[in-house]
């Protein structure tokens, strides 16, 4: 199983700043990875897939990079709906997702 | 609008058999294009991967719970379905139905179902 592992666990950003979490794979996924962004009671949506291809009606602020074993996602400039845990995700080898990185208000 | 809605028992008993349902609105079941899928998320073991169908009825299943997971679908019902057998409490979780490209780009709200009992 590749194991995910994103860091930090909680990011603390103020509006209007720039947010940069991390995933890491424990082997190479190619660029077959995606990011979700959850919010309290709901299900996740979906951000990137292809490690950097924004789906359908995410704002440009999102962006994802990286392949391989390392990935990066950035929000360049935090909105309050914004404020979220996102998961990595990969689908090279089955179907695991990363632990979360918590973005919350500074 | 593609939508996808979880329905079925939020309890059961341990040693039982979990069955969900998944009913898919606004896009065809039946497309080649996409497989459908099982996922849930508890606070101990976060999001999990249980399980894949393609509409031809192809399944693959998380190694972890092969033993335990069956998944099927109907595509004159527009649903996929979950049965999860022999539960204990780490089988407590959100499960969520979801549709699959590559990424999972649709899913539903998801469902809480707790082994108590």
């Known amino acids: 199983e590749i194991l995910m592992t994103q860091s930090p666990a909680t990011l603390s950003v103020s509006p209007g700043e720039r947010a940069t979490l991390s995933c890491r794979a424990s082997?190479?996924?190619?660029?077959?990875l995606a990011w979700y962004q959850q919010k309290p009671g709901q299900a996740p949506r979906l951000l990137i897939y292809?490690?950097?291809t924004r789906a359908t009606g995410i704002p440009a602020r999102f962006s994802g990079s990286g392949s391989g074993t390392e990935f990066t996602l950035t929000i360049s400039s935090l909105q309050s709906e914004d404020f979220a845990i996102y998961y990595c995700?990969?689908?090279?080898?089955?179907?695991?997702f990363g632990q979360g990185t918590k973005v919350e208000i500074k | 609008q593609l939508q996808l809605q979880e329905s079925g028992p939020g309890l059961v008993k341990p040693s039982e058999t979990l069955s969900l349902n998944c009913t898919v609105s606004g896009a065809s079941i039946s497309s080649s294009n996409y497989n459908w899928a099982w996922i849930r998320q508890s606070p101990g073991k976060g999001l999990e991967w249980i399980g894949t169908v393609y509409s031809i009825g192809n399944t693959y299943y998380n190694p972890s719970l092969n033993s335990r997971v069956i998944i099927s679908i109907d595509t004159s019902k527009k649903q996929f379905s979950l049965n999860l057998s022999s539960v204990t409490a780490a089988d407590t979780a959100v499960y969520f139905c979801?549709?699959?490209?590559?990424?999972?780009?649709?899913w539903g709200q998801g469902i809480l179902v707790t082994v108590s009992s």
């Open positions: 292809g490690a950097s």
């Open positions: 979801a549709r699959r490209t590559e990424s999972f780009d649709y």
């Open positions: 082997q190479s996924v190619s660029s077959n």
């Open positions: 995700h990969q689908y090279n080898n089955w179907q695991t």
